[in-house]
């Protein structure tokens, strides 16, 4: 007779001196007044909840659009244009909500679009006052994380700088997300980032690693423009790695070098699993690569680039550009690269920006799984399904046939929810009847999903292999995670 066991996966939670903090900010229903520790009880600005945030809190943020309020700096100047949303050490700010999440709520769940919360910085609706930076991000002593808003209407056309943290911020470097790494980690993720100009080195981010790494993952940069280097991203690895993993960089533009990105390294660089198309630039129309010392290295692995103007990766004439180029569609390819494709990448709609692989696509099952670290850049791909189907890894952001994954969190289930199995079948009993019903194996693949209609629900195991599962239960007010174990 088959077997099967169940836990359920009870949260366990140190006790320290401080207890960690979320604060809730919904621009159409908060007030700042208010304590903003519950969403009933929301702020409704998001300056206030990162002036109340202190480090190891989090800030949630309902969708709406926002603007920056208050001038950034160590010693703040008397320039309008200098506010900025500027993160506060050891803080992490999530968009994405629609206002009315449960506190142990799935942030891989979220909504980007229906939810589409928009950090802008058109301080009055004249493109010349907009603030010079939307985001700045400096990171000394404690790691800072931005995930999962719209950022846009940066412009960066001022002179000088002034100080954040220690650090100095450039007037008119990086009209959307400007980022210093230095003592401690910053991770940028799941962020849409676009219609930012500068009129110097990174039109839509520049981010320079200075003592720790700073993370890139699963981001869409579009439609950024400079008037110098890198309209999508400059990165500077100065001392520490950056990593730019599984984003969509298309449709920016440079008057200099590096339409995509504009990569300067003293250290490595890893560009993985990124859509890199229609881009332009003097010079590196996708990518330029700059590496004025022998301990500085770039990878490029596991990517398309395409219908970019240059077409070519192009890198410094005296040093070196692109040091490893692997497993990737190349427009034109590139001299030295290894298992490099020249065919069209055949998106599904390229045209209208949806660079999902089609059917045919020579980038399904053509990339090379040891480039790629599940534990480090995550187990999804831009669409957050599965980061490897059938074995193999795609090429590009995007997974073919791939489907949602939902991050297995400990999370304390419902006393209500009551597990039963038999030889085939196992049922969950105590729903409330509008369930969804997600099942996983241990590799984030979704193996079905279901609704309940009633109280009870029935599936079947028989086709299940041997193994560990996760079974995702979800309602409006409510979610379990519960681990299954099929002997």
Not at 43 to 67: C, E, F, N, P, R
Not at 150 to 175: C, M
Not at 214 to 229: A, E, P
Not at 373 to 394: P, S
């Amino acid at each position: 007779m088959k077997k099967c066991t169940f836990i359920i996966l009870v949260a366990i939670f140190s006790l320290s001196l401080s207890a960690q903090t979320t604060y809730y900010v919904n621009g159409s229903g908060g007030n700042d007044s208010n304590n903003g520790t519950t969403w009933n009880s929301a702020l409704s600005s998001i300056q206030t909840a990162l002036d109340k945030a202190v480090s190891g809190d989090k800030v949630w943020v309902a969708k709406g659009t926002y603007k920056p309020s208050k001038i950034a700096g160590d010693t703040p100047s008397t320039d309008n244009r200098d506010k900025s949303f500027s993160i506060p050490e050891g803080v992490s700010v999530f968009g994405g909500f629609a206002g009315n999440e449960s506190a142990n709520y799935n942030l891989s769940l979220r909504n980007f679009e229906t939810n589409e919360t928009i950090l802008s910085g058109s301080l009055d609706g004249i493109m010349e006052h907009n603030a010079y930076h939307v985001i700045i991000i400096s990171a000394v002593i404690a790691d800072i994380s931005l995930d999962g808003f719209s950022i846009k209407d940066g412009y960066a056309d001022g002179t000088g700088y002034f100080n954040v943290h220690g650090k100095p911020i450039y007037r008119a470097q990086a009209g959307g997300v400007t980022i210093t790494s230095g003592g401690a980690k910053v991770f940028l993720k799941n962020n849409s980032i676009h219609d930012n100009i500068s009129f110097d080195w990174g039109g839509g981010i520049y981010v320079v690693s200075n003592g720790s790494p700073s993370y890139l993952i699963n981001n869409k940069i579009w439609s950024n423009l400079t008037t110098s280097r890198g309209a999508g991203i400059y990165a500077y690895a100065y001392s520490t790695q950056i990593y730019i993993i599984n984003n969509l960089i298309y449709n920016n533009s440079s008057s200099d070098n590096g339409g995509g990105m504009y990569i300067n390294t003293k250290n490595n660089v890893y560009v993985i699993n990124n859509t890199i198309c229609n881009n332009t630039a003097t010079n590196g129309g996708a990518v330029y690569g700059y590496t004025p010392v022998t301990s500085g290295n770039i990878l490029l692995s596991n990517s398309i680039l395409w219908g970019n103007t240059p077409t070519l990766i192009a890198g410094h004439s005296t040093n070196v550009g692109i040091t490893t180029v692997q497993n990737s569609i190349v427009q034109g390819g590139h001299v030295g690269g290894t298992n490099i494709i020249v065919a069209d990448p055949t998106f599904v709609d390229g045209t209208n920006g949806n660079f999902r692989l089609s059917n045919s696509s020579p980038a399904k099952n053509a990339g090379n799984n040891s480039s790629y670290d599940l534990a480090l850049y995550g187990n999804v791909d831009l669409d957050n399904n599965a980061r490897i189907f059938n074995t193999t890894i795609d090429i590009g952001a995007y997974e073919f046939g791939s489907q949602k994954v939902v991050s297995a969190v400990s999370i304390p289930a419902s006393n209500n929810i009551v597990l039963t199995c038999s030889s085939d079948n196992l049922k969950i009993k105590g729903l409330i009847g509008n369930e969804t019903i997600s099942v996983f194996d241990m590799s984030g693949r979704n193996i079905s999903t279901n609704k309940a209609t009633r109280n009870e629900f029935s599936m079947s195991i028989n086709s299940l292999n041997k193994g560990v599962y996760f079974i995702h239960i979800a309602s409006l007010i409510n979610i379990n995670n519960i681990k299954f174990i099929k002997k």
